[in-house]
T-cell receptor, first 113, second 114 residues
Framework: SQQGEEDPQALSIQEGENATMNCSYKTSINNLQWYRQNSGRGLVHLILIRSNEREKHSGRLRVTLDTSKKSSSLLITASRAADTASYFCATAYSGGSNYKLTFGKGTLLTVNP | SQTIHQWPATLVQPVGSPLSLECTVEGTSNPNLYWYRQAAGRGLQLLFYSVGIGQISSEVPQNLSASRPQDRQFILSSKKLLLSDSGFYLC?????????????FGNGTRLTVT
């Protein structure tokens, strides 16, 4: 299976701290994406990193990708209570019209005020 | 701007009853369309995806089927629901003619089969 696996499954931190989530995958990919899901809602795209990129930033988010280790990390700096959600990594391994994303099981992040 | 509508938000159905979940996209043409299912505490499982009207690819064998009667309409169906069909069903779309497009999700349908 090409499914990504997030680690840890759950993470609880205090507001203002940084949160780091990891994702590992099994085969070659075109890109890796991170999504956020609030409880009972759909997923929202956060950030995408292509296979030829090593690091990417977007606001308080920092994503790294190590294709040799088949792993990625998502860092949320200066966390807020509103960051409480589940975070999923997703890998794309097909291009063009056959484009599909495979999602991991997610990390549940709880930010305590 | 593009929007995606998915309904109903929640559904309780008895075992053996039929199912029809609908998803429509506005503000874009010729999108790729997807149906995912999310079991409690688990990741998303891709059920079906479509690259055009009448073109459906099934990812896993199951009790469900999908149809795309119009460019921006995607329907998930079952003739007879099983208990194992319970879950959170998410529809999504992506741009076809773009490199590495993100997926845009609807707010999901919580299906409980009793």
């Amino acid at each position: 299976s090409q499914q990504g696996e997030e680690d840890p499954q759950a993470l609880s931190i205090q507001e203002g701290e940084n949160a780091t989530m990891n994702c590992s995958y099994k085969t070659s990919i075109n890109n890796l994406q991170w999504y956020r899901q609030n409880s009972g809602r759909g997923l929202v795209h956060l950030i995408l990193i292509r296979s030829n990129e090593r690091e990417k930033h977007s606001g308080r988010l920092r994503v790294t990708l190590d294709t040799s280790k088949k792993s990625s990390s998502l860092l949320i700096t200066a966390s807020r209570a509103a960051d409480t959600a589940s975070y999923f990594c997703a890998t794309a391994y097909s291009g063009g019209s056959n484009y599909k994303l495979t999602f991991g099981k997610g990390t549940l992040l709880t930010v305590n005020p | 701007s593009q929007t995606i509508h998915q309904w109903p938000a929640t559904l309780v159905q008895p075992v053996g009853s039929p199912l029809s979940l609908e998803c429509t996209v506005e503000g874009t043409s010729n999108p790729n369309l997807y149906w995912y299912r999310q079991a409690a505490g688990r990741g998303l499982q891709l059920l079906f995806y479509s690259v055009g009207i009448g073109q459906i690819s099934s990812e896993v064998p199951q009790n469900l089927s999908a149809s795309r009667p119009q460019d921006r309409q995607f329907i998930l169906s079952s003739k007879k629901l099983l208990l194992s069909d319970s879950g959170f069903y998410l529809c999504a779309w992506s741009l076809r003619d773009r490199q590495d497009p993100p997926l845009h999700f609807g707010n999901g349908t919580r299906l409980t089969v009793t």
